[in-house]
């Protein structure tokens, strides 16, 4: 004899049934209506797929079913790399070894070519502008940014890329990015572009490097020719100008010196044509003077007197 057991489903009560499906519906209008705003965020609210309000941080209210929140991070700043990608960051960063040569590879002004990597960095200046007006704004950015580098890269030499128009050159295409973001309307605020390395194709590499030898050898050799010519011809001209002074101030002395000399000639002869017996003694005595002291032996000899010969030692012995 076969047995069947039947199992019975409990009975709940319409009742409870009405009660759940209310508490659910409850929910989810609860959930619908409220929603809060981050401390770095904005919300932008649109109804019906239009927008109607933008509304800051904290907890708001919004028609349930009708509107929706986007938020929008506007303290945040976004980061977009050319060239390479950042794998891993920290105190040492690893980075993807290849793969973005198309992205960096540039020609420049001089027609080399160059590798050229760098960093965007953005903000959300306008939410509304950056969800309404441009469908995909980090796309957008990266080509435009591309654009631009390399307008900026084309008109200069590889030589002002890779040493000091590295700054200049980040600074003109932030300028030339930031123009054509404002033109789309897009809502993006440029905070910085960084040229992070600048260096030639891995083939060309050993050549441009002995290029480069070359040149600071150049610039070594000029730097040490002037610095001999800024030793030696200062000294001369040095040398010169005191030269120069001395012959002036001999000069200034030889006139001075025969202008009191023609003077007191003048003066001497006016003396004699008054009084030609004492200036004539005045001179004569006035000569001896100068005279004397320069004789090493003096006789004083009366001119009466004779025969004085023998009694000097010309010989040239003491007396």
Avoid: C
């Avoid at 793969?99 to 903000?123: F, H, P, R």
């Avoid at 001209?237 to 120069?244: F, K």
């Amino acid at each position: 004899m076969a047995y069947e057991d039947e199992f019975v489903f409990p009975t709940i009560p319409k009742k409870w049934i009405g009660i759940g499906v209310l508490a659910i519906v409850l929910i989810v209008i609860l959930v619908s209506l409220f929603y809060s705003v981050g401390p770095e965020e904005v919300g932008v609210i649109k109804r019906w797929g239009r927008y109607v309000r933008a509304t800051e941080p904290g907890l708001h209210v919004k028609l349930p079913f009708v509107e929706t929140v986007t938020k929008v991070k506007v303290k945040h700043i976004f980061k977009e790399e050319f060239g390479f990608r950042t794998v891993e960051p920290g105190i040492k960063t690893v980075y993807a070894p290849v793969g973005y040569e198309e992205e960096s590879l540039m020609l420049t002004g001089d027609l080399n070519i160059a590798v050229v990597e760098w960093i965007v960095q953005y903000k959300i200046k306008d939410p509304v502008d950056y969800l309404f007006n441009v469908k995909d704004v980090e796309s957008t950015l990266r080509a435009i940014s591309e654009v631009a580098m390399r307008q900026i890269i084309g008109d200069r030499s590889v030589d002002e890329v890779l040493t000091v128009g590295r700054i200049e050159a980040a600074l003109e295409t932030e300028k030339k990015l930031q123009s054509i973001l404002d033109f789309y309307q897009t809502g993006v605020q440029i905070v910085t572009v960084k040229l992070k390395d600048v260096n030639p194709p891995d083939p060309v590499k050993p050549s441009f490097n002995e290029v480069n030898e070359a040149k600071q050898e150049k610039e070594t050799t000029i730097n040490q020719s002037w610095q001999a010519y800024n030793t030696v011809i200062p000294k001369a001209e040095g040398q010169a100008e005191g030269m120069v002074t001395q012959a002036e101030g001999y000069a200034v002395k030889r006139v001075n010196q025969s202008k009191g000399d023609a003077e007191k000639f003048l003066a001497i002869w006016g003396a004699y044509k008054n009084s030609k017996d004492v200036t004539r003694r005045r001179l004569y005595l006035e000569t001896l003077e100068e005279v004397l002291p320069k004789v090493g032996k003096k006789y004083v000899i009366d001119s009466e007197g004779g025969g004085v010969l023998p009694l000097l030692h010309l010989e040239g012995g003491k007396q």
